[in-house]
């Protein structure tokens, strides 16, 4: 079969939590310090080996367009003041050889419909998807370990995290099989966020998938589900009950950048591990803990 070279990124969500930032642009534009987390997502897909880039947009679609597109006027400005390494920076977003597609969600009937809405853009191929607000940090990130994966055996794979009991129901969790040798678990199906008494495992499916073109013909044959949408999750446990998906654990530290919390959280971690901000960070962190009003 042929190699990954697409991934699709649903980028058309309505990001109701973040609002009203998300008021005139996606969540997926929101930046961990100065750069968005949908620009993380792309440098993971092409550290992978993506070449080419397919957008799902919705009512924000200029953001994003205009974020990953050239913009020689501002590029002219920056030579023009001698800023040339920013100059560098901005042309270089997309790298020489990497392409980008921009299809349109009409309306946000769902993460199923949004990967639908990228059928003709993909073809009869297989491809990648990733959800940016699923921010990744870590030496192997899991697109590269999906695409690896699929190179030994190409079949619909999920990437996986362990999560506590408490964190089940906020999950797809897996009904999983045997692990295999090469450290991929069968799936047997997935279940849309189960009461953590009837969840068949602690294994969750998060933003980070590679499919077959089937999983078009599934999401086609589907019936709104959850919340009134199109849920790419019943395409997954229908693709999984006929045994046709495997599942691979995450090899990175996952941050949930679709909730406020976990935002934060990535923001901090971020700025603890940038060699520019942590010494002045750690002090201001010890000043702030330390200070008056911070006795707990
Ligand atoms: P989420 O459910 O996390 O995003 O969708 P949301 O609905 O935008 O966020 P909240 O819950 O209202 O805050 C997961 C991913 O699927 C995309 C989103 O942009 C996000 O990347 N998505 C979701 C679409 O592209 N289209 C949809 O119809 C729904």
């Not at 040339?84 to 790298?95: G, Q």
């Not at 506590?164 to 797809?172: L, R, T």
């Amino acid at each position: 079969m042929t190699r990954i070279t697409k991934a699709v990124f649903p980028v058309a969500g309505l990001g109701t939590r973040f609002l009203p930032a998300t008021k005139a642009m996606p969540k997926e534009l929101l930046p961990i310090i100065d750069k968005p987390i949908i620009q993380f997502a792309v440098e993971e897909a092409i550290g992978a080996g993506i070449t080419e880039l397919v957008f799902v947009t919705g009512r924000n679609k200029r953001a994003v367009g205009d974020h990953f597109d050239a913009n020689l006027e501002l590029e002219s400005q920056l030579l023009a003041k001698g800023k040339k390494e920013l100059r560098d920076l901005v042309r270089n977003i997309v790298p020489e050889g990497v392409s980008c597609i921009f299809v349109r969600q009409p309306e946000p009937l769902g993460l199923g419909h949004a990967v639908l809405c990228a059928a003709p853009a993909v073809g009869n191929n297989p491809f990648a998807v990733l959800l940016a607000d699923d921010f990744m940090q870590g030496e192997t990130l899991p697109t590269a370990a999906l695409v690896a994966a699929f190179d030994q055996k190409p079949q619909n794979l999920l990437s996986v995290s362990e999560v506590s009991a408490e964190e089940v129901s906020k999950y797809g969790i897996l009904r999983p099989g045997e692990r295999g040798a090469d450290g991929l678990i069968s799936v047997k199906g997935l279940v849309e966020k189960p009461a953590r008494e009837d969840a068949p495992s602690r294994l969750a499916s998060f933003g980070r998938y590679v499919f077959t073109p089937e999983v078009f013909a599934v999401l086609r044959t589907l019936k709104p589900g959850a919340g009134g949408e199109i849920q790419l999750a019943d395409a997954i446990d229908q693709l999984a009950e006929a045994g046709k998906v495997a599942a691979i654990s995450n090899p990175s530290q996952r941050y949930d950048c679709g909730s406020k919390f976990g935002y934060l959280t990535a923001i901090v971690d971020h700025a603890l591990a940038h060699p520019d901000y942590r010494t002045r960070f750690l002090d201001l962190l010890r000043d702030r803990l330390t200070g008056p009003g911070c006795s707990q």
